[in-house]
């Protein structure tokens, strides 16, 4: 798509949030007559008609603006550098991190990845719909956000998607074994989740966001402009912890990736077993970029938690850095997956991808 197409595509999705804001429950629209409808494609396989979605938390505005087509790589062609920036803990507060990252990735021409945990958009009223495995009801690892919180948090999410960046899963409580936490401490850790505890977790984690109208009453905010049931391919645990049992449950939620392992970085990804790409995030500093950009090109994949101001500042200044490099992409997740799934099997294995 073009730059001009992108830019009228993002528009049309502004004039439909308007619209939407003002439509009840179940309705199903079409965008006002002019550019917003020409704009539709046979190509896009849209035909321009925009549906609410779930309890009208959400629409179907059509393809997502800024979202590339997918290139295949031709024999002995040297692969792009491919650099993912993603953000966990995807909420507005005080700090207003959320904004500023967003802002500052649309600057530098990068589409990162957002990881939302459910329950950020799920009132202190209604934390009772929660209960994490071996916890008592309603206990979601932290307090609960306020109501200018989740609606300033609705309104990133919105135009997060609209630059083109991916809302991936953050899952929602954070009880990690003591020791080996990458968020707060707790007890009954996820070391000890079934398989189908984990599924029950993707489950409710994924219905705070498609039902945030219903759990916080703000029926006049308008609709997230996705579908997020469709949009969902991935996420990333904040426990290390019970993975062998997590991989399954997402596997059969349909999920096409995993990101919530750490590792030292410098390989291409690999398909495991469960027919999910496992992307490793590594420590994001200079030299181990260079050490990729210069050698093998393995995807970079960069983590900060939005929670952490010098963290964040660290990656933004990374991404200022990197992405405007030639042959460098910087892009979500999701992105990085459509590309290895649409490479011919000889290229990736020239590449060193396994599974």
């Not at 629409?59 to 790589?73: C, F, H, I, Y």
């Not at 994924?206 to 991935?234: I, M, Q």
Request: glycine share 12%.
């Amino acid at each position: 798509m073009s730059k001009h197409g992108r830019g009228t595509a993002a528009l049309v999705v502004a004039g439909v949030l308007i619209a939407l804001a003002f439509m009840p429950v179940g309705a199903t629209a079409k965008p006002p007559a002019g550019p917003a409808t020409a704009s539709a494609s046979p190509s896009d396989g849209w035909d321009g008609t925009v549906s609410l979605v779930d309890d009208g938390s959400g629409a179907d505005t059509g393809p997502q603006p800024g979202r590339p087509p997918v290139d295949k790589l031709k024999a002995g062609q040297r692969p792009p550098q491919f650099v993912v920036f993603s953000w966990d803990g995807a909420t507005e507060d005080a700090t207003h991190l959320f904004s500023q990252v967003r802002t500052a990735a649309k600057a530098d021409g990068a589409r990162t990845t957002f990881f939302l945990r459910g329950v950020d958009l799920l009132p202190e009223a209604k934390r009772s719909l929660y209960q994490a495995p071996g916890h008592p009801v309603g206990d979601v690892g932290g307090p609960s956000p306020t109501d200018d919180r989740i609606k300033a948090t609705l309104a990133q999410l919105g135009q997060a998607w609209t630059d083109g960046d991916e809302i991936a899963d953050g899952f929602n409580g954070r009880f990690c074994a003591a020791g080996g936490a990458r968020g707060a401490g707790g007890t009954g850790g996820t070391a000890s989740w079934s398989t189908q505890d984990w599924a029950g977790e993707l489950d409710l984690s994924s219905s705070f966001v498609r039902f945030w109208k219903t759990n916080t009453g703000f029926a006049d905010l308008p609709p997230l402009p996705f579908d997020y049931s469709a949009e969902l391919v991935g996420g990333r645990t904040p426990c290390p912890e019970g993975r062998e049992n997590l991989l399954p449950a997402e596997q059969a939620a349909g999920w096409r990736y995993d990101a919530s392992a750490n590792g030292q970085g410098g390989a291409w990804p690999l398909k495991n077993a469960d027919g999910l790409w496992e992307f490793t995030t590594q420590a994001g500093d200079r030299p181990a970029f260079d050490r990729a950009y210069q050698g093998n090109r393995a995807p970079f994949l960069v983590d900060s938690p939005l929670a952490d101001p010098t963290a964040v500042q660290s990656a933004e200044h990374l991404m200022r850095d990197v992405c405007h490099r030639d042959g460098v992409r910087c892009v979500s997740y999701r992105e990085l997956a459509d590309w290895l799934d649409a490479q011919d099997p000889a290229v990736l294995a020239r590449l060193g991808v396994t599974g």
